[in-house]
């Protein structure tokens, strides 16, 4: 069986990363690791009353997606982007995740490059080496050049692993380089709507709508059940992308395709939406305070103004990948930042998110965090 | 935005077949084009009562999909198949295409060889050309050699498009086959509990579990919308597919497969199995008996036993593409030979589902198919 593997097998399916999760998936543990959202913020409420009344669309979708629902965000878009978006412009795909993927089939030869942050969202990573991508890093709040790549990746708003924000003037440098640079910019925005305080600028799309293909998901504002992403691109490139995507799965489910739609249109939704920021917001305040509170001096962090995720930085002799083992053992759970790069070299940062465990355990847990650092900084310097 | 795409595009993305589809979906056209189940056919009221109750489960499904649901396929699989088949050798996917996606980017290198049936079903072809196979056709019925092949697929019940079952003794010469060559056959069977009379032969899968991944798929069983395929294979097999599956699509939507779950456990289930394959068995035998009535001398047609399509062979001097175009204009639609030809070349068989036409649409789309024909075979004489 193993020799008839693919070759890109090896790249796109690192059994470390499966293993992290099912680790710190595992009863009794205080996960930090986890990038998804805390069940109690769901609208259980509206879903019921969604499905209920006017039954449900069983049939095959049409591979673009609903037109209802589309037009919804399109109209919710035009608003807020301060430019017309239009139905045609507008793909539903099977969570944002699809989206990526689509985007790589449809794009990527072998050996192109893709520029992309470090650390970055590392399941783009894989999902585009699949596709033969080339990775070159960039930093997305001062680029230099973004010359010979055919694709560039960015988590614009409290970014998947660091929780930070680009500036409105950062997006408009992004924006005039993509047109000069020739350059596809996929802008993935997951987290978008999660800000505890103001709402981020607009994204890239919005300024550079030619040179972006702009990813959103249902998963952090609604549900991931929902498995529902939606890409904003021109018309002729959300064809493509249809045509493409009807090889991978015919079409998204109907299904939740409309009870999404009936949630949208519920008058509650805008009050969920509210909860929903206030929620994370203190549950990334929690956070905060217990990281400034027990956390040894040299430690670093960022301070996300949304989503769900700070991120962690300890001095450089720190590989936390090894730390990570350690926490395990005294049943804290993280992401170490090496699964985040795409060189794997090893990190002296880790990812915390914020959004699943209570108020108690995030103090418990940083305080056991913080003392595991404080040892390992100690024995740093006995050698 | 042309100069950019991946040379992979123009194989998986043909804009005829797209066109093909919209055109005949288009209102006031009799259809027997689309593959899709008839919507009157539906669980509506199971669906109903499966989403009351319980809340539904909202979260990020496991990769390898919900346990319950796979346990209970697996007692299912179990029973029919004489063999024992357990849950970790199950995996669930977004639809049965998305396990064809899946086992394409696991398993196939450029140039890989995939043996495929002529004629065989089109959107398998495109998304294992996503990852470069070359295709060798094979007579399932009489195959000859497998040797050197990478993968093999055959749709063992009710093929599409012809409708032809591959008898017990096929099967078993193929599972042979399958051992000497080394090769992997994937087992496509969305149709098999669409049986008319008797239940078709036990599957491939069945008598070389080693040797075959078997996919099969809710769409037609209960509805397109739930978007959920089964995939059945070594726990091996399983454990690597679903590592990959992750980078396309994290997981299938956990509201769709509890809400199959309760479905499946419904105890009128089985009574709507026994209606489907009577609303379909009737449907069959309406447009098999208009077929005799109307069609000429010189053309052939299958006798499905099961599923959604028979399969039409016109004398060779027609090209049913040409014909396609005629049909059109008297609103009568039907998907000609060629779309599901490796090779693309033209064909004089075409495709029809009797699956969502009225009794009456049949005969009358039969009645206008068969003068058209005639007409055909009367302006070839006169060349």
């Not at 690192?14 to 680790?23: F, N, Q, R, Y």
């Not at 990746?153 to 440098?173: A, F, K």
């Not at 005039?176 to 999660?194: F, N, R, S």
């Not at 992308?241 to 009936?262: E, N, P, W, Y």
Request: with cysteine; hydrophobic share 40%; proline share 5%.
């Amino acid at each position: 069986m193993e020799s008839r593997l693919a070759v890109r097998y090896q790249q796109i399916a690192d059994p470390t990363v499966v293993k992290l999760l099912e680790i710190t998936n595992q009863p009794g543990i205080i996960s930090f690791a986890g990038g998804i959202p805390a069940p109690e913020t769901f609208p259980t409420e509206l879903v019921a009353d969604a499905t209920r009344g006017t039954p449900l669309n069983l049939q095959y979708s049409s591979t673009q997606g609903i037109l209802e629902l589309r037009e919804l965000v399109a109209g919710k878009l035009s608003r807020e982007w301060a430019r017309q978006v239009n139905a045609n412009e507008i793909l539903i795909t099977s969570g944002s995740q699809q989206a990526l993927d689509l985007i790589g089939r449809t794009f990527l030869n072998d050996d192109d490059t893709v520029l992309v942050e470090d650390p970055t969202y590392f399941v783009a990573l894989y999902v585009l080496s699949a596709y033969g991508a080339k990775y070159q890093t960039v930093d997305w709040h001062k680029p230099r050049s973004l010359a010979g790549a055919k694709l560039a990746y960015v988590v614009s708003n409290y970014q998947n692993p660091t929780g930070e924000t680009l500036t409105q003037v950062q997006r408009q440098v992004i924006a005039t380089m993509l047109g000069e640079a020739g350059t596809l910019l996929v802008e993935d925005d997951p987290y978008g709507e999660l800000y505890f305080g103001r709402r981020p600028p607009r994204p890239i799309a919005s300024i550079a709508p030619k040179q972006t293909i702009y990813v959103t998901s249902f998963s952090k504002i609604m549900a991931p059940a929902f498995r529902l992403g939606v890409v904003v691109a021109e018309a002729t490139v959300i064809e493509k992308l249809a045509r493409v995507k009807t090889g991978m799965d015919l079409c998204t489910s109907a299904m939740t395709q409309g009870i999404a739609l009936r949630v949208l249109q519920d008058p509650r939704y805008t009050e969920h939406l509210i909860k929903l920021r206030q929620y994370y917001g203190r549950k990334a305040r929690v956070m905060l305070m217990a990281l400034k509170q027990y956390m040894p001096k040299g430690v670093a962090w960022t301070h996300p103004q949304g989503g769900m995720f700070v991120w962690v930085t300890l001095p450089a002799c720190v590989d936390t990948a090894q730390l990570h083992e350690r926490a395990l053992g005294e049943k804290v759970a993280f992401v170490p930042g090496y699964i985040f790069r795409s060189s794997k070299e090893k990190s002296s940062s880790l990812r915390l998110s914020f959004a699943t465990a209570s108020g108690e355990e995030i103090e418990r847990g940083i305080e056991i965090l913080a003392s595991l650092v404080k040892q390992t900084l100690r024995g740093g310097e006995r050698k």
